[in-house]
Every structure is written in C-alpha cells, then in structure tokens.
T-cell receptor, first 114, second 114 residues
C-alpha cells in the first residue's frame, strides 16, 4: 500500500535561514514523488517532481528535494527562506502498481519569521 | 495560458440540499481528477476521467456523490442530499495525458453544509 508521512505538521524558520520539510513514503514499486505548495485561497502549485531520473531534483523558487530510496525519504529543502515561502506544503506519492493514483501527505505549514 | 478554473469558489448549502460544482480543465488536457480536502488534511482522491470516460470512481464516499464529464472537457461534481460531513474544499485537477502526468490544480470550491 502507498502512504506518505510528513513528519512535521508545522515548521517555523527565520527569514534567510534554511528550510527543511520532511517526507517519508511507502511504496511497493518505484514511485513518482511530488511536492506541491498551497498558498491561502489559491490552488496547489507544483514545486518539483521525481520520476526515476536524477535523485536530486531542482524545482521552482529555489527549492530542491533528494530521493533516498534506502531511507524512503523525499525531503524538501531551500537554502534561504523568503517571506513569500510561507504556505502549506504537501508531499505526494504516485505508484504505477495502483494506477498512479496520487496519495497526499497531511501537509506541513511553513511559517517564516521576519 | 489559462489554468484550471472552478466555480463557484464558495458554496453554502443547507443540509439535504443538492449542489453542483463545476470544473474547467486546462484546454487540451485529457485527464481530469476530483479531490476532497477536509480542514487540516491533505486532498483525497475522489474520481478520475480520461476524456469523457470515468475510469476510476473508487474514492467517491457514497452514492450521493456523482461526477460527469459528458464532452470530455468541463466536469461537474454533484452531491445529493448534502450532509455536514460533506463540508470540505473540493479540488479539481487536470493532466495532459494520463494519470502518470503532472496534475495541475484549480483553486477549489469551499463547500459549507449547515
């Protein structure tokens, strides 16, 4: 069965400091993994995706994530937080064995302190 | 180009009323998805269309929920005899080809059942 665990429901960082949002997944096959961001009253926006190419994936707005199969992790990072990064972040797993249905984590709310 | 649009953005219904939520996918996108997002949770899959064919409706919570996409473009999610537990944000997404592709999300419809 597929599942996604976002280890922190809330993360708070100071502006200009690094961001780490943690995601662990379970999948019986080689999954596709995604990070989406949701700003208030806006739709989910794709940050980046992993589909079995390079394990270090670079996304928009300076975000990147590293696929670590041995740790079943896909943590999202950014070297320096900006105020505009404050939002809800969702990790998503998609597995061919289940018809590529998207399974979302419960989300991590990122607060950026000025 | 235009993204996924949804209407209405907000809907208040009295318990027992029927509601219809509309989704306009990105032009040319073959696949369309509906999700339900409860407060403080990640989106959960409801149903999936490829063109006008509903290929997966395994996520629909009850037979009060019905979705259609008669011409392979606009889709409508209908909820009959609404109940308080139906209160949620309903998200629509589309992808260019199939379920394995990146999904692009609309802003959602927030349904409140009183």
């Amino acid at each position: 069965a597929q599942s996604v665990t976002q280890l922190d429901s809330h993360v708070s960082v100071s502006e200009g400091t690094p961001v780490l949002l943690r995601c662990n997944y379970s999948s019986s096959y080689s999954p596709s993994l995604f990070w989406y961001v949701q700003h208030p009253n806006k739709g989910l926006q794709l940050l980046l995706k992993y589909t079995s190419a390079a394990t270090l994936v670079k996304g928009i707005n300076g975000f990147e994530a590293e696929f670590k199969k041995s740790e079943t992790s896909f943590h999202l990072t950014k070297p320096s937080a900006h105020m505009s990064d404050a939002a809800e972040y969702f990790c998503v797993v998609s597995d061919p064995n289940t018809g590529n249905q998207f399974y979302f984590g419960t989300g991590t709310s990122l607060t950026v302190i000025p | 180009g235009a993204g996924v649009s949804q209407s209405p953005r907000y809907k208040v219904a009295k318990r027992g009323q029927d509601v219809a939520l509309r989704c306009d996918p990105i032009s040319g996108h073959v696949s369309l998805f509906w999700y339900q997002q409860a407060l403080g949770q990640g989106p959960e899959f409801l149903t999936y269309f490829q063109n006008e064919a509903q290929l997966d409706k395994s996520g629909l919570p009850s037979d009060r929920f019905f979705a259609e996409r008669p011409e392979g473009s606009v889709s409508t999610l209908k909820i009959q005899r609404t109940q308080q537990e139906d209160s949620a944000v309903y998200l629509c997404a589309s992808s260019l080809h199939n379920r394995a592709d990146t999904q692009y999300f609309g802003p959602g419809t927030r349904l409140t059942v009183l």
